[in-house]
């Protein structure tokens, strides 16, 4: 007897692959924006947050469009579009409690991630000066994973509601106190010199300056996932990226940093 899965809006993307590795095509059949799911990296970091109902915004499709794709492979629909959705809005709510729009901060990346400047030192800011019972509200062109990560050591809680296809917002509570020794490390330079040494003709170059977030981040963990033991990726970029390093420490990585100046940074990353 064929095995089968009841879905709805929900449903994580990651959820679906996992359950039939089929999905992952059938998936991309319906827009030329989910190819990107063939990126074992891209996958990772984002299949797991994505709901069908927030893909469908992304690939300008609709979650009927994704149950009837994936019916052949024994996928179920539970409900009505209409009652997840009511759901999905109702969970945002929840997320938000009893705190009012006043107490809800908001703001908005968009100009300066198309001007190619990197938000993170506006939105700590914005972190450092919330009050308590504050909702910081991130209005993006993407789901900012890595900031969600980064921010859940600070013991903060999110909520992603995708508006559409290139207008996300993503909310931030604090409702636990952050992690101990959570912060995020630093880069001893203090041994650069002995490490380019260490690493002579053993080094891969890579340089992401071109790229416009959150391309860079992504070029270098595909490029560590390839990298062999006794060998370091040599990354030039044009700042240091605080998103990457809590990243890094999670995947058993040691790094250096040497900042030139505001807008040339190299980094050298290597296997513990």
Not at 130 to 154: D, R, S
Not at 193 to 211: A, F, G, P, S, T
Request: hydrophobic share 40%; net charge negative; with cysteine.
């Amino acid at each position: 007897m064929r095995q089968e899965m009841q879905i709805n809006s929900g449903t994580k993307i990651a959820d679906l692959i996992k359950f039939h590795p089929d999905a992952l095509e059938a998936i991309i059949s319906l827009s030329p924006d989910f190819k990107k799911l063939r990126n074992p990296i891209l996958r990772r970091l984002m299949a797991g947050r994505t709901s069908i109902s927030m893909a469908s915004k992304i690939g300008g499709c609709k979650p009927e469009d994704f149950f009837e794709i994936l019916k052949p492979l024994g996928f179920v629909s539970d409900n009505s579009i209409q009652e997840q959705e009511v759901l999905l809005r109702k969970s945002l709510k929840d997320f938000v409690k009893d705190i009012e729009t006043a107490h809800i901060i908001p703001l908005d990346v968009r100009a300066m991630l198309a001007e190619g400047n990197d938000p993170l030192r506006l939105i700590q800011q914005y972190v450092k000066e919330l009050k308590e019972g504050q909702v910081l509200k991130i209005i993006n062109t993407f789901e900012p994973t890595p900031l969600i990560k980064l921010l859940e050591k600070q013991g903060f809680e999110s909520y992603v509601d995708q508006i559409e296809k290139n207008l996300i917002e993503t909310y931030f509570y604090r409702n636990k106190p952050a992690e101990i020794n959570q912060a995020i490390p630093e880069g001893v330079e203090s041994d650069w010199n002995q490490l380019l040494k260490q690493y002579d003709n053993k080094m891969i170059e890579l340089d992401v300056r071109h790229l416009e977030m959150p391309g860079p981040m992504m070029a270098i963990l595909e490029e560590l996932e390839k990298l062999d033991y006794g060998k370091a990726l040599y990354v030039h970029h044009k700042r240091i990226p605080v998103f990457l390093l809590s990243e890094l420490k999670d995947r058993n990585f040691e790094y250096r940093i040497n900042e030139i100046s505001g807008t040339e940074v190299y980094l050298l990353i290597f296997k513990k």
